[in-house]
């Protein structure tokens, strides 16, 4: 016994030993990197300080104008000396119209490199940046993986830490360092075109999946052969304007910004996120890029963050052209600097160093402001491996686009894949029944790997990886050509034949239906009305005349109401946008080669002037007046269908009452009670019963996804805290009230009590 605590003792001093080294490690490292940063600072001009803090479009460097196409890739020497040479631009990226293979990136970032070097007193490299955000997708060539509400629909946060480590390794095998991804924004409006890539409604879903996909792609060490520099966006609100469009006014209490907004940068930050790009328009009035309290006092002063802060596309032009707060563009840029952006992205051409070059020798902006901006962007481009090898001779990448990565892109779609509905055992479908495949998304690999994906806005069909397969072809493939007929309809894509279509279905057994939205990114995505185009919609109507059982397929980046068109069909799938491997995905699932297991990572709303999250208010449900229930969407955020059956257990707390330093475990049993295996992703919630600020009918807190064979039984246990309690309350902050709370897990509940002290 005595010599045991010894042993433990012992063990005890060497992990103190061990933990104070590493931790010196650290300091060292970034103490070195500190060092260099200032000796080199210490010598730079003003001029050249202010080229660091410019980000400049790659076309801006080439012949031709700025959205001119692939045979004009040609540099522009006059440009470039301008750029690069004696403005100093410290950042280029992304292209947009077409993707470059490996080599292409290798040869033209090598281009840039090298003029740097040659022509360039200090010689410090450019860091190339893009937004490689499903995928390296501006590579030709690269795994294109499902977006990332497809892996917040996996609710399996390893998926997103795999399909990052991936991208980095891709992005690096193209000679680049920073990606500007993941989007930790929480998409709280359904309307919103860029739904798609983001994780979601929930924030503490945003949170774990943003956590991981970090680490993927940074982890501590962005200078590795397979990780890159990360970068969080849109800070902050981006995902909560209340139009709905893109780039459109958010309005928020502040109370709500840190509930909900704020926590996924938290975490990142916390992660070691080292760059943070600013959301694209106001922020209860106050443009992003415009906003000190935004960006010096919330994120670098009370965040702690320590990395670089970097404008979005055109936004300080936007200050005067759109936001209208500055009257020209000297005075934007001198708002924007003050307010604390560290780096510029007016891609175009060198107009803000000229603003700002001149702002600071007029003593207008600070030279400690552009000082603290340099060291930043210094301390980034170190701490990316740029400095020490710019064009990564000591690597060279092997596993681009390996056969494992390709699987690893279809089992996370087919992970993301949700069922939403499945009446007389409609799936899985037979193989020996003939089906008609049909819709505007059954055979295009652009709907399904929707915008960002070797184009900008996705659409264009020509660099499409032909070898691919589209919804049809995947079927074809699985059941044989003479079992499948196929009506896409006319060339335009909104449309399809509805006669052709109906005619063909009279020989088919069952319809696959493949509806969904056309490829857009951005400003494009915008749209009217969540409704789908009324041409999809009679569609369905009219292949339902024919008594055909129907599988509705949908391949679409945002929810779009399908209420009239739900009761006509028998069987739901929703696809999201799955990438390159959706076809065979969809099919794997429609012939019942995987179980699925997606559930939605939002609230599927049933009505377009009905748009609550899940984590609405109790007032926002039911009018005590006229008992009206208005919280009805067509599918409940967390809902997804298996080919088995799950059934939970009443669960077990193990204690009535939480007391604040200690915790709770709340365990459940789960039983596949069906004839096949399959996974469950087990969500639990917490409701606050009575708080000062009326509180969300409930709180995603906690999830797992289990596997479980048929028959077999689990049990799952959560740990609950203090922290899974607590709000922001009418002062803006951080608090959990006594009194009772709900847990909910499945169909079960069981309440519990905070106690006081
Ligand atoms: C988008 C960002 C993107 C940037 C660079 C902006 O318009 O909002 O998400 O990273 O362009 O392409």
Redesign the pocket.
């Known amino acids: 016994m005595k010599n045991q605590k010894g042993i433990v003792f012992l063990v005890f001093l060497i992990s103190l030993f061990l933990l104070s080294c590493k931790k010196d490690g650290l300091k060292d490292s970034d103490q070195i990197i500190y060092e260099k940063v200032d000796s080199l600072l210490s010598v730079m001009s003003t001029e050249e300080k202010v080229g660091q803090m410019l980000n400049l479009g790659f076309p801006a460097l080439l012949q031709g104008d700025f959205y001119s196409m692939r045979d004009t890739l040609i540099f522009d020497t006059s440009k470039v000396n301008l750029l690069l040479v004696k403005y100093g631009a410290g950042c280029i990226?992304?292209l947009?119209n077409f993707p470059l293979t490996p080599q292409e990136w290798r040869y033209y970032i090598g281009y840039i490199q090298d003029i740097v070097q040659e022509k360039t007193r200090l010689k410090i490299p450019v860091i190339y940046g893009i937004?490689a955000v499903h995928g390296a997708n501006y590579t030709a060539g690269s795994v294109m993986f499902p977006h990332q509400i497809n892996l917040a629909a996996t609710f399996e946060p390893e998926w997103a830490y795999e399909v990052a480590e991936v991208t980095a390794y891709e992005v690096k095998a193209s000679t680049t360092f920073w990606n500007?991804s993941p989007?930790l924004d929480v998409a709280r409006h359904p309307l919103w075109g860029r739904m798609y890539e983001t994780f979601g409604e929930d924030t503490y879903v945003v949170q774990e999946m943003g956590r991981a996909m970090i680490a993927g792609m940074q982890g501590n060490n962005p200078s590795a052969q397979n990780k890159i520099l990360a970068c969080g966006?849109?800070f902050l609100g981006y995902g909560a304007s209340y139009s709905g469009k893109d780039r459109s006014p958010v309005i928020l209490p502040e109370a709500i910004i840190r509930q909900i907004h704020l926590p996924p940068f938290q975490k990142a930050i916390d992660e070691g996120l080292l760059s943070i790009?600013l959301a694209?328009g106001t922020l209860n009035g106050v443009p992003s890029h415009a906003d000190h309290w935004l960006i010096t006092q919330l994120l670098k002063e009370e965040l702690s963050f320590k990395g670089v802060v970097l404008g979005?596309?055109g936004e300080i032009d936007n200050l005067y052209a759109v936001h209208k707060v500055a009257s020209d563009e000297r005075e934007a840029v001198k708002i924007s600097v003050l307010a604390g952006i560290d780096m510029c992205?007016e891609p175009y051409d060198e107009s803000f160093a000229v603003h700002l070059i001149d702002l600071v020798n007029d003593g207008e902006v600070p030279e400690s402001r552009v000082n603290d901006a340099v060291r930043r962007i210094l301390y980034l481009k170190y701490k990316s491996g740029v400095f020490e090898d710019p064009m990564l001779k000591d690597y060279d990448y092997p596993d681009f686009a390996s056969e494992e990565s390709h699987v690893l892109s279809l089992q996370v779609a087919r992970e993301s894949i949700t069922l939403l509905k499945n009446e007389k055992e409609t799936l899985p479908i037979s193989e020996d029944l003939k089906v008609l495949v049909t819709g505007v998304s059954s055979n295009s690999l652009n709907y399904l790997n929707g915008g960002w994906s070797r184009t900008w806005s996705g659409e264009d069909t020509s660099y499409n990886d032909t070898e691919k397969l589209t919804i049809l072809k995947a079927i074809q493939k699985e059941i044989g050509l003479s079992k499948v007929f196929f009506s896409q309809g006319t060339d335009n894509t909104e449309e399809v034949d509805i006669e052709e279509a109906v005619n063909k279905a009279t020989h088919a057994d069952v319809i696959i239906a493949c509806i969904g939205e056309k490829p857009a990114a951005?400003k494009p995505s915008d749209i009217e009305e969540l409704d789908l185009p009324d041409a999809q919609i009679s569609l369905i109507k009219e292949l339902a005349k024919t008594g055909k059982p129907i599988v509705l397929v949908m391949v679409q980046g945002r929810p779009r109401i399908i209420r009239e068109i739900e009761p006509l069909v028998d069987a739901v799938l929703m696809t999201y946008l799955p990438g390159n491997e959706g076809g065979r995905a969809i099919t794997d699932v429609l012939y019942g080669n995987f179980n699925p297991c997606g559930k939605l990572p939002y609230t599927y709303p049933r009505f377009s002037g009905s748009l609550w999250t899940y984590d609405h208010t109790l007032s926002d449900e039911r009018d005590i007046h006229f008992k009206l229930n208005g919280f009805t969407p067509q599918y409940e955020f967390g809902f997804g269908l298996s080919y088995t059956k799950f059934e939970y257990s009443e669960p077990k707390i193990s204690a009535d009452t939480l007391q604040v330093h200690k915790d709770l475990t709340v365990e459940v049993q789960i039983s596949n009670t069906g004839s096949k295996a399959g996974r469950e992703v087990v969500l639990l919630f917490i409701s606050d019963e009575v708080a000062s600020i009326s509180p969300s009918v409930k709180q995603l807190r906690k999830f797992k996804k289990i596997e479980l064979p048929a028959g077999h039984t689990q049990t799952v246990s959560f740990t609950i805290d203090i922290h899974d309690l607590m709000f922001v309350n009418g002062d803006n902050e951080w608090v959990a009230e006594p009194g009772y709370y709900t847990v909910s897990v499945g169909d079960k509940e069981i309440r519990f009590y905070l106690d006081k002290d």
């Open positions: 990226q992304n947009g937004d500007y989007v966006k849109h790009m694209a979005d596309w992205m951005e």
